[in-house]
């Protein structure tokens, strides 16, 4: 069995790259859809069929537990395949599958306090309330998932979603930096003036986003904490596997690279993230 990972194109690959550095033994399999790729976009039953049957592919492809590395997928889809299809599908195969989304780790980091942390009435409240900023497609910000789970876990965090509609599908084509740089700095700039000031913290809440994460860095004040959706991921991943024993993951460190779309080289802007040229493979 594997880890797998999916996205809708190539965002996924900065939180696939972290679980490659921390579970270096394990099997991962990736698979994009880029065939249909953004999913900001597009309609949440689009979106949860699409998610549906990138995850039954990784399934096939020998994974176990299949993790969502799109923030709109995590948003939209993740609640109605744990509760629908999950059930079916474990019963189909004979065998431990599931599927894990990057929205709780993200939170998690965000508040410093566990998924299962709601606000205590009698505790002692900050005088400043920290403001964080989310990036993220207009899907994601739509469903205001940031700010309500946010918002049940701690008072002293205040949330302001950004949408960053064609974004990640200027990353997916590989558009230059300096088209790149326009865009993310137009975006912060909006940020701020909806909310009078810079945010305190800023969440890239689109896996794209990791990959030109030093031009959100450059356009937002010097220092400002971004926490970063794959080390979370990845630590939440790992206490995830410490109480599930029976995931199989293999220790033969196989990786594989699916694509829905056409296989081949990615662009050189995924190149020089990856370190390395990367070709995927027909899905």
């Known amino acids: ?9 190539v965002g996924g690959l900065t939180v696939h790259r972290e679980l490659t550095t921390r579970f270096a033994a394990c099997d991962l399999v990736y698979l994009a859809d880029q065939a249909h790729a953004p999913y900001g976009g597009r309609g949440g039953e689009d979106i949860v069929q699409l998610t549906r049957a990138g995850c039954a592919r990784l399934f096939d492809a020998g994974a176990s537990v299949v993790v969502l590395a799109c923030n709109t997928a995590s948003a939209i889809a993740l609640r109605r395949l744990q509760q629908t299809w999950l059930p079916e599908e474990r019963a189909r195969r004979s065998r431990p599958v599931n599927v894990l989304g990057i929205i709780v780790p993200t939170i998690e980091a965000a508040t410093g306090q566990p998924w299962s942390h709601e606000i205590d009435p009698l505790a002692e409240r900050k005088s400043a309330i920290d403001v964080l900023g989310v990036f993220c497609t207009a899907a994601t910000a ?17 949330v302001f979603s950004e949408a960053c509609p064609g974004l990640a599908g200027l990353i997916e084509l590989g558009a230059p930096e300096e088209e790149l740089r326009v865009v993310v700095r137009d975006h912060v700039d909006a940020l701020r003036r909806r909310i009078g000031r810079h945010p305190d913290r800023a969440v890239l809440g689109c896996t794209h986003y990791e990959i030109i994460s030093d031009l959100f860095a450059e356009a937002l004040p010097p220092g400002t904490p971004v926490i970063h959706q794959p080390q979370a991921v990845a630590d939440a991943l790992a206490r995830y596997f410490a109480r599930h024993p029976e995931y199989d993951l293999g220790q033969s460190g196989r990786r594989d690279f699916l694509t829905t779309g056409q296989p081949g080289p990615q662009s050189a802007l995924i190149a020089r993230f990856w370190g390395a040229p990367l070709t995927f493979t027909a899905a």
């Open 1 to 9: 069995m594997a880890i797998g990972v999916f996205d809708s194109g």
């Open 142 to 158: 739509m469903s205001r998932v940031y700010e309500i789970e946010i918002d049940k876990r701690s008072e002293d965090l205040a």
